[in-house]
């Protein structure tokens, strides 16, 4: 038999109060792109982390290229052969493409040089980079292709992808798609993340399930079904959300002509935004990343203070409101950033359920803070959101990406929002915790609650909108019926036709 290009065996981490990974084996091939499924917290990322040289294994071996391989730092494991793309980029807005390549190299060459051979590489595996361009300017798929670049450039023999096409458009999944085909065809093997299942069935040759940090079991995706793969990863029956059609009531949220300047120097502006929102509707809004999605978000909920146009709330001016004004009077809000800007990273969790909680749940009172109360919010939440946890002491960064996202919309939907505003719900999350998420979503909504739903899921956004509408360069388009609306007409309105030709297309 041929030997494996990488061969875990028994690998086990604990940490304090939680077995991250327990005793793991599995074997890749040269030339073999091989899934790493899991619910979250399930030990994919303590996994990747051991190969990457990030964590140093309690026990057990690894083997790379028939050799022993413990890598002492991620130096050492890309000098051996392993490159890896984050799904949280690590790259200099104010740099260019040259620039950031060459901060993660060893020994860069010089610039010119550099820029040759990002060109050459680039356009090799379909992914066009001009070295000259500023990061800041590019798209979240265009970032994307800095850091494969970067890993290309330094010959890995494995490359490990952690939710590569999270932020994709479906144009850009299928280009990486056909350069990750061309490295499997040169030999290079991709372990490979992502809770997109279909694209796993579409894409990789084995799969390895992991559950509680254990192996539970493998596949090859292309002969499983995605809801088979979802149910080995939870070890339950997956349920499908379910939707009441209940009839949406008065318009309770009024944007009028709503413009504002970017939130940041690469930043979209917002352009004479209107939309009205009923109680009990969820309005789907969908979109390339980048093109108003945050200063929508940041608008909606007071951090950012709009100069023109019309925000009303019940028939309420809410212009001069800050944030904690309107979370007391009932508009909350989750944004995509959780760790840093939805949840206080070195906080506990306590903490950080006070942090937006303490009004609605009443944990301050005359000065002093509930202690007691505000764990018992964040217990609540942990339970009601199955918050993978040792404690609701442990500090937010302790949690997986999934972990902390189920966190953080479970801490404002007990809240009882009237309006509530969420930008990427299911992000990072497995088909379970989505599925779970989406739910409580719908059963917000039929609470009487109305929600404005930011997802570049477009599968989401069907799944749980009444209508649905797409930002395009900080533009808003007229929101539609969500049934009926064909792929066709959704690409076009992310493309930002206009309603007439999305009607003659």
Request: hydrophobic share 45%; charged share 20%.
């Amino acid at each position: 038999m041929t030997t494996p290009l990488l061969s875990l065996r028994g690998l086990t981490k604990a940490y304090p109060g939680v077995v991250a990974n327990d005793d793991v084996s599995l074997e890749i091939g040269r030339g073999e792109i091989h899934a790493l499924l899991g619910e979250n917290g399930a030990g994919k990322s303590t996994l990747v982390k051991m190969i990457y040289g990030l964590v140093k294994p309690d026990s057990g071996a690894m083997e790379f290229s028939g050799a022993s391989f413990a890598p002492q730092d991620p130096r050492t494991a890309r000098a051996g052969g392993v490159g890896m793309v984050f799904q949280h980029f690590s790259l200099f807005d104010a740099l260019t493409v040259a620039e950031n390549i060459a901060l993660g190299m060893e020994n860069a060459p010089a610039m010119s040089q550099l820029a040759a051979r990002i060109r050459e590489v680039s356009e090799s595996y379909g992914l066009p980079l001009s070295p000259d361009r500023i990061v800041g300017d590019l798209s979240a798929g265009e970032q994307q292709r800095v850091e494969i670049i970067r890993c290309l450039l330094q010959d890995p023999k494995l490359l490990i992808m952690d939710e590569p096409t999270s932020v994709l458009t479906p144009q850009e999944v299928s280009i990486l798609f056909e350069t990750l085909n061309k490295l499997r065809s040169e030999g290079t093997a991709i372990l490979y993340i992502s809770h997109k299942l279909e694209e796993i069935r579409i894409l990789c040759d084995a799969a390895t399930i992991l559950r509680l940090g254990k192996v539970v079991g493998t596949c090859v995706p292309a002969e499983t079904t995605a809801r088979d793969m979802a149910e080995m990863m939870v070890g339950t029956t997956l349920k499908t959300p379910q939707r009441s059609g209940a009839t949406a009531g008065e318009v309770i949220l009024e944007l009028n002509k709503l413009s504002l300047p970017p939130a940041s120097a690469f930043g979209m502006p917002l352009r004479e935004v209107s939309l009205s929102l009923r109680k009990g509707e969820i309005l789907g809004i969908g979109g390339v990343a980048g093109n108003g999605q945050d200063e929508l978000l940041g608008a909606l909920s007071g951090e950012i203070r709009a100069n023109e146009g019309m925000i009303a709330y019940k028939g309420l001016d809410m212009a001069s409101m800050g944030p904690n004004a309107r979370r007391e009077i009932g508009l909350l809000s989750a944004p995509e950033e959780r760790l840093g800007h939805a949840a206080a990273p070195d906080m506990s969790l306590i903490e950080n359920a006070l942090l937006t909680g303490a009004v609605r749940e009443g944990l301050v009172k005359g000065g002093i803070l509930n202690w007691s109360a505000a764990r018992a919010f964040a217990d609540q939440i942990i339970e009601a959101f199955d918050v993978r946890t040792p404690s609701a002491g442990n500090a937010a960064r302790s949690l997986s990406g999934g972990n902390l996202q189920k966190f953080v919309i479970g801490r404002e939907v007990l809240q009882r929002p009237d309006v509530f505003v969420v930008n990427q719900p299911t992000w990072g999350v497995d088909a379970s915790a989505a599925a779970a998420i989406r739910q409580a979503l719908l059963d917000l909504a039929e609470s009487g609650a109305a929600l404005i739903v930011i997802s570049q899921d477009l599968d989401e956004l069907m799944e749980i909108s009444d209508r649905f509408a797409t930002l395009n360069e900080g533009r808003l388009s007229q929101p539609r019926p969500a049934i009926g609306l064909s792929v066709d007409e959704i690409g076009l309105m992310m493309g930002g036709a206009h309603d007439e030709e999305v009607t003659r297309g």
